[in-house]
């Protein structure tokens, strides 16, 4: 008889092979478990990603968008297609440090019955860190990390799938605004340790830094006007605004400008959008929400 599958695996990639079998090898122990199943979601590559699993993961449920969708796309796609009670979603550059994570996670659902989703710690680093000594301690998140979480599964079907229009960013705080709209928790556990092999230093420079704060900038502006209470919009947003302008485009910044002004335009294109997925918070609910503790995205080892 087959085992029963508890967890699945869930990784979305495109055009980093390399990167995506560094990852699988460093998780192999986790696919050879009987109670583990692995999904990934090709994204569009034109690296032969797709065939490279094909050939050297063939135990690995493999499936591919002909031409890119986004991640956010490919994530639900992903998640649609989970039987198992649990689903971790994990980045292709990423993978765990901790060595028992299943067994930790398993422990902590069962001790948080209001959990739809633990967020892990991340280290940021092209290396592991050389220690990885932590007292931070669980704790209820105002939202999660979108490639280092895992899912209860009823708390996803709970709620609405990610944005797809999103494109990319922000689906983790719109899945956290209905997730607490529906009672259930965000917790970040710092107990589990993942690796995620990016030189956040070197982004800056990166070609798509524009689009990328594009991005980051229009998701966090959707967000205001899906789910805040409208008397506090017009002041997030001015002041994000101000933090833009004053922190990047007056010290020259010229492409923080290009990103703000077309992610201005993008806002205004997704009116429909916006109008259609309101899911606003009482003022009552606001407060609640404003006092949980900010998303930790990033750890540092302690100086010893």
């Known amino acids: 008889m087959q ?72 994530r639900n796609r992903l998640m649609d297609l989970v039987t198992s009670e649990f689903a971790i979603s994990i980045d292709d550059d990423l993978h765990f440090v901790t060595k028992n994570p299943l067994e930790i996670l398993e422990k902590a659902f069962t001790e948080n019955s209001k959990a739809g989703l633990f967020s892990f710690r991340i280290y940021w680093n092209l290396e592991e860190p050389k220690t990885t000594n932590c007292n931070e301690v669980l704790h209820q998140t105002k939202s999660f990390a979108g490639g280092a979480n895992v899912w209860r599964m009823s708390a996803w079907r709970d709620i609405p799938n990610y944005p797809a229009w999103f494109v990319f960013y922000g689906e983790e705080d719109f899945a956290s605004f209905q997730m607490f709209k529906k009672k259930w928790n965000v917790y970040y556990l710092p107990e589990i340790l993942v690796n995620h092999r990016v030189d956040l230093k070197s982004r800056k420079k990166n070609t798509d830094y524009s689009l990328r704060l594009q991005r980051s900038l229009r998701s966090g502006w959707y967000l205001y006007f899906l789910f805040y209470p409208l008397s506090v919009i017009p002041k997030k947003l001015g002041y ?62 302690e100086d010893k």
């Open 240 to 301: 994000s605004l101000m933090v833009q302008f004053k922190t990047k485009v007056l010290k020259g910044d010229l492409k923080a400008l290009k990103a703000i002004f077309f992610a201005l335009i993008n806002l205004f294109l997704s009116t429909p959008k916006i109008i259609k997925n309101t899911n606003r918070l009482s003022m009552q609910e606001y407060k609640k929400y404003q006092k949980l503790e900010d998303t930790k995205l990033y750890w540092k080892p």
């Open 3 to 74: 085992a029963e599958k508890r967890f699945s695996i869930l990784i979305t990639t495109k055009n980093r092979k390399d990167d995506l079998d560094f990852t699988l090898q460093k998780i192999q122990y986790l696919l050879d478990r009987e109670d583990v199943t692995c999904i990934i979601c090709d994204d569009g590559s034109t690296d032969e990603t797709y065939s490279f699993i094909q050939e050297n993961y063939p135990e690995i449920q493999l499936i591919q968008n002909k031409r890119s969708k986004g991640l956010i796309y490919s």
